[in-house]
């Protein structure tokens, strides 16, 4: 990856403007074994952090744009999320971001089939450059991130603890989690398993107590 960044800056006098990295899932609508997803993931990853460390060891005057280009891993309209494969990409982008800002990290979610119009929304969008940092492209449309109001009438059924289950709480020896294990006690909940990275506190309380 370094030889071939160096070869880039040496062919455009290290004026890049933007890198798009296009790493290979796979489509989890085919008939596909849990190895071959965790394979797909962690090359994506590994080749995404070497091209990061290939540019922060270039030393750029003016660091390019990464854009990170998936297929079919977010929810959109018409998605199956079959690219799933790739969805943690999207949470190394957000780490990217946060941590290297000069690169304005950003992610594209592309259609497993590609149509022209997607390639067009897609060249349109690098080359505008609206700062989006989260995006979709489907059958044209251009999708970016919102938060939105939630709708009462799309809730989750009321959680019915059972008697008879079995209740795991992660960090269950803090003071939220022995607060969360007390009301699943209250609820009726019989068998709750603590676990946690720090030892049970000699003051904790029986939940029940």
């Known amino acids: 990856m370094s030889r071939m960044l160096a070869s880039v800056l040496r062919e455009t006098h290290g004026r890049l403007r933007g890198i ?3 790493p290979a899932g796979v489509d989890l609508s085919d008939s596909r074994t849990a190895a071959d997803v965790i394979q797909a993931t ?12 290939a540019l922060l060891a270039s030393n750029l005057t003016h660091a390019p744009r990464l854009w990170l280009a998936t ?35 950003a992610c594209v979610d592309l259609p497993q089939q590609l149509a022209e119009a997607d390639l067009r929304a897609l060249c349109d969008e690098l080359e505008n450059e609206s700062g989006e940092d989260r995006l979709a492209m489907r059958a044209g449309h251009r999708y970016v991130a919102r938060l939105a109001r939630a709708n009462p009438a799309l809730t989750a059924a009321p959680l019915r603890i059972r008697d008879d289950g079995l209740y795991l709480i992660t960090g269950g ?11 699943l006690a209250s609820q009726g909940a019989r068998h709750i398993a603590l676990v946690g990275r720090n030892a049970t506190r000699s003051d904790a309380s029986p939940i029940g107590g």
């Open 20 to 22: 798009v990295l296009c």
């Open 42 to 53: 962690r090359h994506a990853c590994e080749n995404t952090l070497n091209l990061l460390h």
């Open 71 to 105: 297929r079919d891993a977010v929810a959109a309209p018409g998605s199956q999320v079959s690219g799933a494969s790739l969805a943690p990409l999207r949470g190394l982008g957000l780490a990217i971001a946060l941590q290297h800002p000069e690169f304005r990290c």
């Open 173 to 183: 020896f803090g003071p939220l989690g022995l607060l969360f294990a007390q009301w």
